[in-house]
């Protein structure tokens, strides 16, 4: 059985948690392993987009968002890009920092 998580990140900068899935004991699977990576975009200005690309060889399963501490801020847009390969944030006045979560097969 094959189980992808999608993480959302709703944390104060410097402070980072990962929610995770909890799955049955199977047999082994059939395909390779997979292996998450997170990326980091960086610090946008404030009102500005932030933009975390999956590097080479992997591919984009989910991503999330950060606000500096004790922001109360509205984020405007927190998705991926057109082409799947990037994940962006955007809040109406404030800094953010977007993630990417990405997948490799090993």
């Not at 402070?15 to 049955?24: I, N, T, V």
């Not at 950060?66 to 390969?85: E, F, I, K, M, W």
Request: proline residues 6%; aromatic residues 6%.
């Amino acid at each position: 059985m094959h189980v992808r998580t999608i993480l959302r990140f709703l944390l104060p900068f410097g402070a980072l948690s990962a929610a995770s899935a909890l799955g049955l004991a199977a047999a082994a699977p059939a395909v390779a392993a997979e292996t998450a990576v997170v990326v980091q975009g960086g610090v946008s200005a404030p009102g500005g987009l932030s933009q975390a690309t999956c590097p080479s060889g992997t591919h984009l399963t989910g991503g999330g968002y950060q606000l500096p501490a004790g922001t109360h801020d509205t984020v405007t847009y927190n998705g991926p890009s057109q082409d799947a390969r990037s994940w962006y944030a955007q809040a109406d006045h404030t800094a953010v920092k977007a993630f990417a979560v990405c997948e490799t097969e090993d």
